[in-house]
């Protein structure tokens, strides 16, 4: 029996839904095999009997945006919460973006910010609207970036003294395998200091709070953003 389905979106993966094992990857092709068939079950990438969830989303990769996962309906309680936590810098990372950046929750708050100009999550978990934007700006967040000997905790520089800079991750070219041991290091012919335009444009629409011990705006912001090291 045939049944109408939201059309799968031109990327790689699409969700699926596995009930008690939360979300996973699905093939577009067999994605668009099960809804043709109108059962919408299918296998995904790692194997596991799924029913696929285009309203959740397609993807460019097989790893599903931790956020997707989070806002699922089956997801424990907390999960949202976590996700928050992990954009949460602590030690010698989170007094560095304080120093430089004057606010170094500047993405869970912009999170934040999201959350709450969103519709409360109902029977079908957050839109996918919503968890696009929520993937994308923890997709920008600023990571500082040392030099490798400070890194490894070899150079000679007074505590708290070495040289840093702050780039986005997402913006900034980093090197591939051809690279061999230093792999995914940061090319420094295209590292992006953050905040990037991409966080300054979502806060200047959504004006999430800054920091409580940081005296700036979100003109700041905007006024740093997209700069090349």
């Given amino acids: 029996m045939a049944t109408s389905s939201a059309p799968t979106k031109v990327a790689p993966f699409v ?8 979300m996973h990857a699905v093939p577009r092709d067999y994605a668009q095999r099960a809804l043709a068939e109108g059962a919408g079950e299918s296998g995904g990438l790692c194997g596991r009997r799924v029913l696929v969830a285009p309203r959740v989303g397609a993807f460019d990769r097989a790893t599903l945006p931790a956020w997707a996962v ?47 100009a969103a519709r409360q999550p109902g029977a079908d978990g957050l839109d996918h609207a919503v968890i696009e934007l929520l993937a994308h700006a923890s997709a920008h967040a600023p990571v500082p970036l040392w030099p490798h000997d400070c890194a490894a905790g070899e150079c000679h520089h007074p505590a708290g003294a070495c040289p840093c800079v702050v780039a986005c991750a997402a913006c900034s070219l980093r090197a591939g395998s051809w690279a061999g041991d230093q792999e995914g290091t940061y090319r420094p012919e295209c590292t992006i200091t953050a905040p990037c335009q991409v966080l300054a444009t979502m806060a200047a629409h959504l004006n ?7 005296d700036g705006d979100q003109g700041e912001l905007a006024a740093t953003a997209g700069q090349v090291r």
């Fill in 15 to 22: 969700a699926g839904i596995a009930p008690g094992a939360g």
């Fill in 70 to 116: 989070a806002a699922n309906p089956e997801a424990r309680s907390g999960a949202i919460e976590r996700e928050l936590d992990a954009l949460t810098p602590t030690g010698t990372n989170r007094d560095v973006l304080e120093q430089l950046l004057g606010d170094a929750l500047v993405v869970r708050h912009l999170c934040e910010a999201i959350l709450a």
């Fill in 208 to 214: 999430p709070p800054v920091d409580q011990d940081h």
